[in-house]
């Protein structure tokens, strides 16, 4: 028997480019649900949002400096953030999905 284990991404975050197997649940035919793991580099990035919502600014992440980016006057009066988002295969709407380190899934074959 192989055992698998997969994390949400609210249980456990991967790291800034981690590989890790991805699956999203997808549809066949209407009626079927499935996976299709993929082996994929998570990234992270820096999105400005205010009250109301993100608001389509976004900065790269930097490891060696993991601060936000410092926010110009306009942006702190207004009540504006940076938000460190997780990014996988160019999509933030991680709701659903599952990951696991890309070596704990190989490993599990090897045994």
Not at 34 to 39: I, K, M
Not at 64 to 69: A, K, Q, S, Y
Not at 75 to 78: A, I, R
């Given at each position: 028997?192989?055992?698998?284990?997969?994390?949400?991404?609210?249980?456990?975050?991967?790291?800034?480019?981690?590989?890790i197997?991805f699956?999203?649940?997808?549809?066949?035919m209407g009626?079927?649900?499935?996976?299709?793991?993929?082996?994929?580099?998570?990234?992270?990035?820096?999105?400005?949002s205010?009250?109301?919502?993100?608001?389509?600014?976004?900065?790269?992440?930097?490891e060696?400096?993991?601060?936000?980016?410092e926010?110009s006057?306009d942006?702190?009066?207004?009540g504006?953030?940076?938000?460190?988002m997780?990014?996988?295969?160019?999509?933030?709407?991680?709701d659903?999905?599952?990951?696991?380190?890309?070596?704990?899934?190989w490993?599990?074959?090897?045994k």
């Open positions: 028997m192989i055992n698998i284990k997969f994390w949400t991404f609210d249980e456990r975050k991967p790291e800034h480019n981690q590989e197997i699956l999203r649940a997808m549809s066949y009626d079927y649900e499935g996976f299709s793991p993929r082996e994929l580099t998570v990234e992270y990035a820096w999105e400005l205010d009250s109301n919502g993100f608001l389509g600014e976004s900065c790269c992440y930097d060696e400096d993991p601060t936000p980016p926010l006057k942006e702190e009066e207004s504006c953030s940076w938000k460190l997780v990014m996988v295969d160019g999509s933030y709407d991680l659903g999905c599952y990951w696991s380190p890309v070596e704990e899934y490993d599990c074959f090897e």
